[in-house]
């Protein structure tokens, strides 16, 4: 289960990766964060992206290696103040809920609604120096 999630965590990263214009390590954290929104949010849904929640027994130990792995998307996050932390957070929990959704296929949003909840990611992420 660990390298499961591993390998769909590297997917994950592999692919916010290519949609960047230079390196992640190269670029803001707010260009990063807008990103992970814009993948999150149009990507196709993946019922394995969702992999740390397969086996409750194992729910922690999977969930922190999922966290593990992805935190390098968002590092220096906690360098920041309050307020810019939270404009990133908001954006990320916009683009966290629209993933959910698509991976457990309940309440994924249309097409048009996905296009307001990016532009709404990226209004937060726009007041942030980052």
Same mark, same amino acid.
């Given at each position: 289960?660990?390298?499961?999630?591993?390998?769909?965590?590297?997917?994950?990263?592999?692919?916010?990766?290519t949609r960047?214009?230079?390196?992640p390590?190269?670029?803001?954290?707010?260009?990063?964060?807008?990103?992970?929104?814009?993948?999150?949010?149009?990507r196709?849904?993946?019922?394995?992206?969702?992999?740390?929640?397969? !086996?409750?027994?194992? @729910?922690?130990? &999977? /969930?922190?290696?999922?966290?593990?792995?992805?935190?390098? +998307? $968002?590092? #220096?996050?906690?360098?920041? !103040?309050?307020?810019? @932390?939270?404009? &990133? /957070?908001?954006?990320?929990?916009?683009?966290?809920?629209? +993933? $959910?959704? #698509?991976?457990?296929?309940?309440?994924?949003?249309?097409?048009?609604?996905?296009?307001?909840?990016?532009?709404?990611?990226?209004?937060?992420?726009?007041?942030?120096?980052?």
């Open positions: 289960m660990l390298a499961l999630v591993d390998h769909v965590a590297a997917g994950w990263l592999e692919e916010m990766a960047l214009s230079s390196a390590e190269t670029t803001t954290l707010r260009e990063r964060v807008g990103v992970y929104v814009d993948a999150c949010v149009t196709e849904p993946d019922p394995a992206d969702i992999v740390m929640l397969a !086996d409750p027994r194992l @729910r922690e130990e &999977l /969930t922190i290696r999922w966290a593990d792995r992805i935190s390098s +998307w $968002f590092v #220096g996050i906690a360098d920041l !103040d309050a307020t810019e @932390r939270g404009y &990133l /957070t908001a954006a990320r929990l916009l683009a966290d809920g629209a +993933w $959910f959704a #698509g991976a457990t296929g309940v309440n994924i949003p249309a097409p048009d609604e996905r296009a307001v909840i990016v532009a709404a990611a990226n209004e937060l992420l726009s007041k942030v120096e980052a």
